[in-house]
């Protein structure tokens, strides 16, 4: 301006409409932020889930939690949040909780066999009918 007196950081913006005195290089990214306050400068989407990273690099958007046990689903969709391996058997329960862990079927007749390996899968005594 013509007026350096009236432009204090130097951005060529007089002071008086300058929305970010004091802030030579102003909102770069339109988020209504001004640089030395923005905490993504350079990312005019910010932190909308408040998760303290940025959402152009946040692989789980308005996820606040993320991706806590990292297998790539975010929590707010992970069936099994906080079980890395979630349900390989897809038998629906997590993992971890599994007591038959690969086996589907699970222990139907409860005689602590997984019915995989059971011989006789609805024979809580597996008696063989000796």
């Not at 990214?29 to 989407?45: E, I, K, N």
């Not at 349900?87 to 019915?115: H, K």
């Amino acid at each position: 301006p013509a007026d350096a007196g009236n432009d204090a950081d130097a951005d060529a913006l007089c002071d008086d409409v300058d929305s970010c005195p004091g802030d030579a290089v102003n909102d770069a990214d339109s988020d209504s932020l001004c640089y030395l306050v923005d905490s993504c400068p350079g990312d005019a989407l910010n932190d909308a889930d408040s998760d303290f990273i940025c959402d152009g690099v946040d692989s789980c958007r308005n996820d606040a939690a993320n991706d806590l046990d990292v297998d790539g689903i975010c929590d707010g969709m992970d069936t099994c949040p906080g079980d890395a391996l979630n349900d390989p058997d897809s038998d629906n329960i997590c993992f971890g909780l599994d007591i038959c862990p690969g086996d589907a079927l699970n222990d139907a007749d409860s005689d602590i066999t997984c019915d995989g390996v059971d011989s006789c899968r609805h024979d809580g005594g597996n008696d063989m009918d000796s």
